[in-house]
């Protein structure tokens, strides 16, 4: 097994505000981990630093044994990360189809004389671009719904139509930033087997960020719980279950009361 | 037909051409414009020029104008669109008015404020339809391929877009670059079509109604940028006779339709076959739920 994703001490301020600190950790390939740690934790700065929204101010982010701290975002993409947003990110006004195709389209380039003549590799990239997104629509389950706009779905479609956008991407990484927030219990029970799933089928290493503890200790085997920036806890999820730090940081230290 | 109505038509597929373009930078990437009148400016003169004073053919006259206003553009948006948000918009203002104030004192070149006359009338009917058409269908075909989804993508959630692998800058800067083409090639369309030209017909007025028609057509929506620029150049037409009051029933109707209409009147729809028919049935929808209740 190789890594595929290594941070060694990575170090993010806002001004005086550190919202990450010394963090390291490692991704092994085909790995499905977890995330998780109280709210403003840092997670979704992780996120952010992985993906080059936001510039590491010390320390080193590698992809494959690559530095990509001075990376842009879509060169990370480039290499093979995509990634799912907490507050969703779908172009709202577009179709659940071209939401995919949107970003399926990487994959099925023309030229473009060929895009205002119409002529040429047009035709056929267009008919792969959208049964590509046809396929991953299916795969999601949302394949009916395809000619709908994104932004009339349910809360919980379209998280899937978001799954479904960054499998196109046919990422090695696939970031996935709260997928089960505000479900229900039997959604988030559908949504474990559609991760798992995809998982498996696209040979996926997976990172995850999840407030539902009962989820990534159900589908996760390696956990890392992060509290105010920085690592409190690495290991399997019985270990994190029962580590004092953890407790501590989700139910508060029991001296204060 | 009369020389009077030939002549409205011309003028009306010049704008139309303008208004493409301004369509594709404002509706479709989703960044305002206050300067577009500056690269019809551009294309109007090197067309102008060229044609009078190295006798080069009109074809490739205007094609030069589309050119260069396209090259100017390009340069303009490489610092200026890195930046996220107004930026441009407000750069914009100030750009448009170079051009125009760069023209009006090149008077070697240019002839300054007194106007460039004596060029061929080379724009006739059949050459500003010819024009038309193949831009036009061009437009159609790019908002409708992958770099049209591209451009809506960066206009609706630049992160998203761009961490979906585009780079938004790149293709903010290769909208204003085209959307810089067809506004240099109406120029050069209109200069053929009046014969003389004067750098105060590019002024911020006009880049204002290049940017009106868009918006009073629907943002993202070629086809409303094409009713919106028929409609708003009609009006002014017709009215001709009151001269400049007819400006108040201009602002009449953008000020109509951004009470009745905020999204323009195609909104992001597109003129189809299709829309069409969905726009009857839920009119008989509608009336079957009033019958109903």
Redesign the interface.
Known sequence: MSTVLELKDVTKSFGGVTAVKDMSFKIEQGELAGLIGPNGAGKTTIFNLV?G?YDVTKGQIELNGKNINKL???QV??LGV??T?QNL??????TVL?NV???A??Y???S?LE????LGR?HG??KA?RKESMELLERVGLASRANQAAGTLPYGLQRRVEIA?ALS?RPQLLLLDEPAAGMNPEEVEELNGLITGIHNDFKLTILLIEHHMDMVMAICPHIVCMSFGAKIAEGEPDYIQNHPEVLKAYLGDEEDE | MGGYSIGIITLLLINCIAALGVSLFTGFTGIFTLGHAGYMAIGAYTAAILTVEHGVGFVPAIIAGGILAMVCAYLIGLPTLKLVGDYYTIASLGLGEAIRLIIENWQSLTRGARGYPGIDNYTTLPVALTFFVVMAVGMFFLVNSRFGRAFKACRDDYVAASLLGFNTARYRVFSLAISGFYCGVAGALLAGFMSFIQPIMFDMAKSTELVSVVVFGGLGSMSGCLIGTTILTLITEMFRPISQYRMLIYGLVLVIIMVVRPEGIMGTHELTFSYIKSLFCRKKKVAEQGGAQ
């Open positions: 993906t929204v842009k975002t879509y993409v480039a995509a990634r947003f990110r779908l172009f709202t006004a577009s071209e195709m949107t970003a389209q990487r099925h380039s023309y473009f895009a205002i003549t119409h047009w990239s267009e671009t956008r991407l």
